[in-house]
T-cell receptor
């Protein structure tokens, strides 16, 4: 298996623009997670899905952020409109079952100018 | 308040030496504790996971310990290698169900030749 795949790896955009990050989890994994990592705040869980259904989105910072999982092999995290404080590395991770190891993707480094 | 604190913030050691990283937590109820290794520019990779009843767990040259009474964990690295240079993140999962996890800020380890 290729592992968790994220795209793009790097994204530079201007404030106010819409940004869409993409993730393909490991096949057969029922849980998918979106994380954000910054120097100031470290790693933060934004939202996670189980069987394509959002279970806990309490970590989503505000309404500008939205996430979808239309099928078991694809998820998106959208920021609209983007702001400079959204600059961070966004990770997607997946796991087979609660309590099992989470496998992280390589991350998307987002820079909002 | 649920917190995970790691020390030191950063550490420099010579190749071949041993080192120990610390993690103190106040998460309650406790479910499990993981140590992750994160290489620069990559996603975290799980090293060990320990539940309440486990005191020690090893993964090659990495040995994690857990004292659930004092709410402390340590990660010991034996015979360090240049490839051990990375951030090490302690993550505690709450036993309240779901994936309520609290991340430490990490320890940045530099191994010098």
């Amino acid at each position: 298996d290729a592992g968790v795949i994220q795209s793009p790896r790097h994204e530079v955009t201007e404030m106010g623009q819409e940004v869409t990050l993409r993730c393909k989890p490991i096949s057969g994994h029922d849980y998918l997670f979106w994380y954000r990592q910054t120097m100031m705040r470290g790693l933060e869980l934004l939202i996670y899905f189980n069987n394509n259904v959002p279970i806990d989105d309490s970590g989503m910072p505000e309404d500008r952020f939205s996430a979808k999982m239309p099928n078991a092999s694809f998820s998106t995290l959208k920021i609209q409109p983007s702001e400079p404080r959204d600059s961070a590395v966004y990770f997607c991770a997946s796991t087979y079952r609660q309590g099992y190891e989470q496998y992280f993707g390589p991350g998307t480094r987002l820079t909002v100018t | 308040k649920n917190q995970v604190e790691q020390s030191p913030q950063s550490l420099i050691i010579l190749e071949g030496k041993n080192c120990t990283l610390q993690c103190n937590y106040t998460v309650s109820p406790f479910s499990n504790l993981r140590w992750y290794k994160q290489d620069t520019g990559r996603g975290p990779v799980s090293l060990t996971i320990m539940t309440f009843s486990e005191n020690t767990k090893s993964n090659g040259r990495y040995t994690a310990t857990l004292d659930a009474d004092t709410k402390q964990s340590s990660l010991h690295i034996t015979a360090s290698q240049l490839s051990d240079s990375a951030s090490y993140i302690c993550v505690v999962r709450s036993g309240t169900g779901g994936f309520k996890t609290i991340f430490g800020a990490g320890t940045r380890l530099f191994v010098k030749a």
